[in-house]
C-alpha cells in the first residue's frame, strides 16, 4: 500500500521513538510489524553489502538495544520521499556527545503503517573516528 506522508511521518516518530528509548522492546513493537525484516549495510571495508539481516519484532527489538543510550537519532534535513512507491527514503543523523554520523533508511510499510521492510545504511563513519 502506498502511505501519505502523513502515515509515513507517524511511523517515522513511532521508529524514532523506539531507537531513542534502547531496550524498549514495547516501542519497538508499535513501530514494527511482526514479520518485518531489516537489513543492515555495512560501512568502510563491508560498504554497500549487507552485513546483517533481523527478521521480527524480538530480533529488531535486540537489535536497536545495542544503542548506546547517549546516542540520539533524528531526521537530517528534509521530509521522507518515495523513492519507488511503495519505498520510502529519509536521511537520518545519530549523534552521542561529540560524533554525529548519519545514513540512510530505505523503508516500506504496512497497511497498518508499521514497518514491513527497511534497508539501514550508515554512512562512512568520520576519519577520526575510523582509528
Known sequence: MLHDATAVHAWLAAWLAALNRPGDPAAVARAVH?????????????????????RGVDAIAAWAALTNPVCRFAPDGAAATSADPPVW???????????????????????????????????????????
Not at 514479520?35 to 539481516?53: I, L, M, S, Y
Not at 545519530?94 to 554512512?123: C, K, M, N, S
Open 34 to 54: 511482526p514479520d518485518a525484516v531489516v537489513e543492515r549495510f555495512g560501512f568502510g571495508p563491508q560498504r554497500g553489502r549487507c552485513v546483517q539481516t533481523l
Open 89 to 131: 527514503v529519509v536521511r537520518y543523523v545519530i549523534t552521542a556527545d561529540d560524533f554525529r554520523g548519519g545514513g540512510v533508511w530505505r523503508f516500506r510499510l504496512t497497511q497498518d503503517a508499521r514497518l514491513e521492510w527497511l534497508r539501514h545504511e550508515p554512512d562512512d563513519l568520520p576519519s577520526e573516528w575510523s582509528r
